[in-house]
């Protein structure tokens, strides 16, 4: 993977972060959101 790339630069520093604060993290990047594969709403996925 690329060392620059949103993944290396963003999101696992920030997994990382939640984690050391002890909150519970979870990969949901090929999540299933419901029947239609998005929120209740019809929109994106929660973010929590």
Same mark, same amino acid.
């Given at each position: 993977?690329?060392?620059?790339?949103?993944?290396?630069?963003? &999101?696992?520093? #920030?997994?990382?972060? *939640?984690?050391?604060l &002890?909150?519970? #993290?979870?990969?949901? *990047?090929?999540?299933?959101?419901?029947?239609?594969?998005?929120?209740?709403t019809g929109?994106?996925?929660?973010?929590?």
């Open positions: 993977m690329n060392d620059f790339s949103k993944d290396m630069l963003v &999101e696992q520093p #920030t997994i990382e972060l *939640f984690s050391e &002890e909150y519970e #993290t979870a990969n949901c *990047f090929r999540g299933n959101w419901g029947k239609l594969g998005v929120g209740e929109g994106h996925p929660p973010v929590v």
